[in-house]
């Protein structure tokens, strides 16, 4: 599968991934090639990495990395989108947050 990270409007994920640390860069870049490598996998719940997990009824996907988060879907059979990261604060993850991602996902769409 590829990946695609956004790198457009104010919540760029690429900008995201530069800002972190060499430790949560490097476990993101592992993370990112188990979705390349195994990302049909994952999606049919054939595997299970505990890092990436889906958020329910939302269509979209987080990968942890310590307290960060990355938020991303499927957008066909071959391409995975990171939309944004961010640094999580609290237990339950923040809805504006959510609705970010799925204001990006709406985009592709067009």
């Known amino acids: 599968m590829k990946i695609f990270i956004n790198d ?17 860069a490097k476990k993101l870049n592992r993370h990112l090639l188990n979705l390349e490598n195994h990302g049909d996998k994952i ?4 595997i299970n990495f505990p890092d990436i997990k889906p958020l329910q009824q939302t269509g979209l996907w987080q990968i942890r990395i310590n307290q960060h988060r990355a938020l991303f879907f499927y957008f066909d059979n071959e391409t995975i989108v990171v939309t944004h ?5 609290e237990a339950k ?17 067009l």
Do not use: M, T
């Not at 409007?9 to 430790?23: C, E, F, P, Q, T």
């Not at 809805?95 to 996902?105: D, G, V």
């Open 85 to 89: 990261g961010f640094s999580k604060k």
């Open 43 to 46: 999606l049919k719940r054939q």
């Open 8 to 24: 457009e409007g104010a919540h760029n994920g690429k900008d995201w991934v530069k800002s972190l640390d060499k430790n949560d």
């Open 93 to 109: 993850l923040p809805s504006q947050e959510i609705e970010i991602a799925q204001n990006i996902k709406e985009q592709f769409k």
